[in-house]
């Protein structure tokens, strides 16, 4: 959500500034904008739409060596140029990512005192009371530190002041941004993948800190304008994570990923023994009730989980979508336990679901991919997912990863409550050895992309399944529309026929999950129903069926109920990816999307 990048260093900063962009568009691509430094005056360059459209029209070579950069996911205001970042009031030009709610009624005090904006953002207003606070306080950190206090709401922001042309001022609040220090000069970020290819040492802020970069230093803050002593943290991935590596997508290669990303997930924690996961993860035993809360795909990991745990664990588990769950009231107890499940650990949803959780005086447990991130840090416990760096909009490998966890969640809790013994546990990691292959002949598996070719004309595409095989239809829908713009519904097949069905007309495609024996039945017979109608039917099963109530199958290989969800979405994947391609999307930056969600 919004990308920002700042640089101060001895090399010209354009071109840097622009490939830190580059990698974060990701977060962001309805216009792009940077302002640097040049001979004693601040010049703006902004552009509508991708980074690309601004890199042709700026100098990459231009004279300077301290800039911020820019890529807008549109919050306050069309996705325009004068809208776009940077904004600039008197002697402030500032990045900003997340929302300044009372930014109303700052505008209306700053437009007494005089202030002209230009655009409709939240950003100019934020610019506009730094400069004024500054009118006062004649210091810059006591008017950033001020300014911070009289908003409400969540921001990263890159700051320059006009007349300090060697310094480069970072803050935040609830959004994510990092200071990144190398031989070649000092960053701010967003997201770690803008700097990797300078550096791969960074500082994380906490929440008011103030950082002060110059060509060869980096002092930060707190809010009460103490020098803090951070430690210098360093990236463990690689650069490649960053790159396509031939793949003509990143969503493509991180599907190709996934039988490492399990493995690394998975053995990260668990080495057969239920020891291991006793050594690896905190103690859950006195954990009677779960509330698993998340965002989109990771909600529904949560679903996929309820149904595993209540299974296997024999404990009630209730999924809410996070922006729901912060604003409801809770039925929790001292017996409660929390999951916070996030790829990008800053979804503001789910942060605050957390913090709601954490001021009731509940235990709550993060499970997320990025090292460092604010979900991760204020949980009471994180399990780290092993997914690497994701760049796709649309998640595939790190919701794969956290169906690990979740697999391993359940073997963990079931053992604890003595329904799971180290027999059964055994023949699960029989089968956990044998999942990096099955995952690695799915992903290879060309037919799915013929099923692509079959339904990427139609204009709704259906997916049903009951129990566990409904959740995973929820995720193989979300994953269909948000890169391809089909409509897609997914539903509980016994649910249909209770007014959706209506829907379903000659040809309709309707993928059809079956992997649930004992309900396996009841859900052809939901397919038959649908076949009567019309529907073209794709039967994705674990069982080859002696009738042929379908068009096309899919059958994936079995393995133990708790593993097998994790090799059934990867045809799903592959499905919506090729009727994207089809259909010339831009399946890595799908429209209106970003990828880290870091305002309400
Ligand atoms: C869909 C997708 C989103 C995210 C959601 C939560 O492909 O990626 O639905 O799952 O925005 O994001 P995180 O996991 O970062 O909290």
Redesign the pocket.
């Given at each position: 959500m919004c990308g920002i990048v700042g640089y101060v260093g001895k090399d010209k900063c354009v071109s840097k500034i622009i490939h830190g962009l580059e990698a974060l568009e990701y977060r962001g691509y309805d216009s792009a904008g940077i302002a640097i430094f040049n001979k004693g005056k601040v010049d703006t360059f902004k552009e509508q739409g991708r980074i690309e459209n601004l890199k042709k029209r700026i100098d990459l070579e231009a004279e300077s060596h301290l800039g911020i950069g820019h890529t807008r996911w549109a919050t306050h205001g069309e996705a325009n140029k004068i809208n776009a970042h940077p904004h600039t009031q008197g002697k402030f030009t500032i990045v900003h990512n997340g929302i300044i709610e009372n930014y109303i009624e700052l505008k209306q005090d700053l437009l007494k005192n005089g202030y002209v904006f230009l655009s409709e953002t939240d950003t100019e207003v934020m610019a506009a009371l730094l400069d004024f606070v500054y009118k006062e306080e004649k210091d810059v950190l006591k008017t950033i530190q001020k300014s911070c206090k009289m908003i409400r709401g969540s921001f990263a922001l890159g700051i320059l002041f006009h007349d300090n042309e060697d310094t480069l001022y970072a803050t935040r609040l609830s959004s994510p941004l990092i200071v990144a220090s190398g031989e070649e000069g000092n960053f701010i970020a967003s997201d770690v993948p803008a700097i990797l290819e300078f550096t791969n040492k960074y500082y994380l802020l906490d929440d008011l800190d103030i950082a002060v970069l110059k060509n060869e230093s980096v002092t930060i803050y707190n809010q009460y304008n103490e020098v803090l002593k951070k430690e210098l943290l360093t990236f463990e991935g690689n650069m490649e994570a960053g790159q396509k590596q031939g793949f003509e997508h990143f969503m493509l290669k991180e599907i190709h990923e996934q039988d490492n990303v399990f493995y690394e997930t998975i053995h990260s924690y668990f080495d057969g023994s239920i020891d291991s996961l006793k050594q690896n993860f905190p103690d859950l035993s006195n954990f009677k009730k779960i509330d698993i809360v998340?965002?989109?795909?990771?909600y529904h990991t949560g679903l996929v989980a309820k149904s595993l745990i209540e299974e296997y664990a024999v404990m009630p588990v209730n999924v809410e979508v996070a922006s729901e769950y912060r604003y409801k009231q809770s039925f929790y107890d001292n017996n409660t336990l929390v999951i916070l499940?996030?790829?990008?650990?800053?979804?503001a949803d789910?942060l605050a679901a957390l913090r709601k959780a954490k001021t009731d005086g509940i235990t709550t447990l993060a499970i997320v991919n990025v090292v460092g991130s604010s979900i991760a840090r204020e949980a009471d416990h994180v399990i780290y997912i092993k997914a690497g760096i994701e760049i796709a909009?649309?998640?595939t490998k790190?919701y794969l990863a956290q169906l690990a966890i979740f697999s391993l969640l359940t073997i963990y809790f079931a053992y604890q409550r003595k329904l799971l013994k180290d027999e059964q546990i055994n023949k699960i990691y029989e089968d956990i050895k044998k999942m990096p292959n099955l995952i690695r002949q799915i992903v290879d598996n060309q037919e799915y992309f013929m099923i692509g070719d079959k339904v990427f004309q139609h204009q709704n595409i259906f997916f049903i399944g009951r129990d566990i095989d409904y959740a995973l239809s929820m995720e193989g829908s979300?994953?269909l529309k948000?890169i391809s713009y089909i409509n897609s519904v997914a539903y509980q097949a016994g649910e249909l026929k209770h007014g959706t069905i209506s829907l379903i007309e000659e040809d309709t495609p309707v993928i059809a999950l079956s992997t649930k024996d004992e309900l396996r039945e009841k859900t052809i017979s939901n397919i038959k129903e649908v076949k009567a109608r019309g529907a073209k039917v794709i039967y994705v099963t674990t069982e080859m069926p002696k009738e042929k109530f379908y068009d096309e199958i899919i059958l994936i290989p079995r393995v133990h109920p708790i593993l097998q969800s994790i090799l059934v979405i990867i045809p799903l994947q592959l499905i919506s990816y090729k009727v994207a391609k089809n259909k010339d999307c831009d399946i890595d930056k799908p429209r209106n999307l970003a990828?880290?969600?870091t305002v309400e």
């Open positions: 998340a965002c989109g795909s990771a499940v996030s790829q990008s650990g800053e979804t789910t909009v649309a998640t790190a979300l994953k948000e990828k880290s969600v």
